[in-house]
């Protein structure tokens, strides 16, 4: 058949599109927020013509997957997502794209990213992440298991306080733990929790001088309070409890109080999910009157590796999955409640997203408490809240949240595990030339 001038052009275009199509390989955790984002990602290969393929791993294995690509240019990635604790490491070292065009995108408009969130994914000025939600940590409870053992929860609990409501509202016989918390090894989950319990004991992973301090009394007491609030009041296996399992335990109605991630907040207020959805309240993480509460500061953040072949291509998916569009385009399908929080002023000025998230102000005024610069009660040579912002804590919290693992599945004692973390931690701050 003799192709026509319209048909050759027409076919040759075709070829061209064929030829120029991409696609975005992109690392993510498996959080509700980021399965949502994969859903909605039709809209925007429809728009630009970028196919995506998504690796959608649980939390430690992503932190390790992309730790290993990233620091051997290993190229499997053109989107990563990563926190506040890697960002500004790894544009130290030279591994990420500074996201230049999202700074200089007047529609972006970087300058309303919460200061805080900001801050944290940024060097020397320049944004190498964008933050596709941010976080502390608050106490999510149960009003109805609250009143029903006779107390009332304060906007701004102390530990004691969480310990005597914990035991009361713990009715084993109906399968109701007092309160859940994590307790699944790694650094960025039991160890997120502990490190930033341990700030509000008045512990430190650090002194001064960069030897470690899991020998003084501050962590004894972080570690000992913890124990036996879940050998009390803990559901069984807790041991094997990070975000999303606990996140299920209390949308099954199973844990009268669970402290962690602001995020959450949405998830167990929907009724979709949450069985338990309107009787849930919420506060500040607890403190002991030091000054410091036990609350964090995180955000999950999209980032493109230097590795990449499709730098431009994967810019546009991340300014697609972090502008205010995207906020707007969940609120329209899911409802305002649901859209992915703590990045934006804009949000939380919003009076339909007011309205629709009675978690909205608890969850502003924990981001907004937490001081990574200051985060601890003693003065440190570190910044960061619930990590120590060096490229060696991510193996070193690694190996210290194994052992408070294993204590809390009743393999050590406090003291076992403390003994250890302190000698392991010793050594490996020696070898990396920290202590002299």
């Not at 990233?70 to 130290?92: F, L, R, S």
């Not at 009361?168 to 007092?178: E, K, Q, S, V, Y």
């Not at 994590?182 to 700030?199: D, H, I, Q, V």
Request: hydrophobic fraction near 45%.
């Amino acid at each position: 058949m003799k192709l026509t001038p319209i048909l050759v052009g027409a076919f040759s275009l075709a070829l061209a599109a064929s030829a120029s199509a991409q696609t975005l390989t992109i690392a993510t955790v498996n959080n509700g927020d980021m399965i949502r984002m994969q859903g909605l990602s039709e809209a925007f290969t429809a728009e630009t013509g970028i196919a995506l393929n998504w690796v959608v791993l649980e939390e430690n294995t992503l932190r390790q997957n992309v730790t290993t690509d990233i620091a051997t240019n290993g190229g499997q990635y053109d989107v990563m997502t990563i926190g506040t604790y890697e960002a500004p490491i790894w544009a130290k070292q030279g591994w990420l794209v500074p996201l230049d065009g999202l700074s200089a995108d007047a529609a972006y408009d970087v300058d309303d990213l919460l200061p805080a969130i900001r801050g944290g994914l940024s060097m020397d000025g320049k944004l190498y992440a964008a933050p596709f939600y941010g976080e502390s940590s608050m106490v999510m409870y149960r009003k109805d298991l609250m009143e029903k053992a006779g107390l009332t929860m304060p906007d701004a609990p102390t530990w004691e306080f969480i310990g005597q409501a914990a035991r009361a509202m713990t009715d084993r016989a109906n399968d109701i733990n007092g309160i859940c918390l994590r307790g699944k090894a790694g650094w960025g989950e039991n160890m997120a929790f502990l490190t930033a319990m341990s700030n509000s004991f008045g512990a430190r992973w650090f002194d001064e001088s960069w030897h470690a301090q899991f020998d003084q009394p501050e962590w004894k007491q972080t570690l000992d309070t913890y124990l036996s609030l879940m050998a009390d009041a803990g559901p069984a296996g807790a041991s094997s409890n990070g975000f999303n399992e606990n996140l299920t335990l209390f949308q099954q109605g199973k844990c009268g109080m669970w402290i962690d991630a602001t995020v959450a907040a949405s998830f167990v207020t929907n009724p979709n999910d949450s069985t338990v959805a309107d009787k849930v309240g919420f506060a500040l993480a607890p403190d002991n009157g030091l000054g410091k509460r036990g609350n964090w500061l995180w955000a999950w953040s999209l980032a493109i590796p230097k590795s990449t072949q499709n730098a431009e291509a994967a810019e546009k998916f991340i300014n697609w999955a972090t502008n205010k569009d995207y906020l707007a385009t969940v609120a329209a399908k899911e409802g305002w409640a649901n859209v992915p929080p703590g990045t934006r002023t804009s949000l939380y000025e919003n009076a339909e997203y007011q309205a629709a998230a009675p978690f909205a102000k608890m969850t502003l005024d924990s981001i907004n408490a937490a001081d990574p610069t200051n985060p601890t009660v003693k003065p440190v040579p570190y910044t960061g809240v619930q990590f120590v912002a060096i490229p060696e804590f991510a193996g070193i919290a690694t190996n210290v949240g194994q052992l408070f693992s294993a204590a809390l599945a009743g393999q050590m004692s406090a003291d076992d595990a403390l003994a250890q973390a302190q000698d392991a931690t010793t050594r490996d701050m020696t070898r990396a030339g920290y202590i002299k």
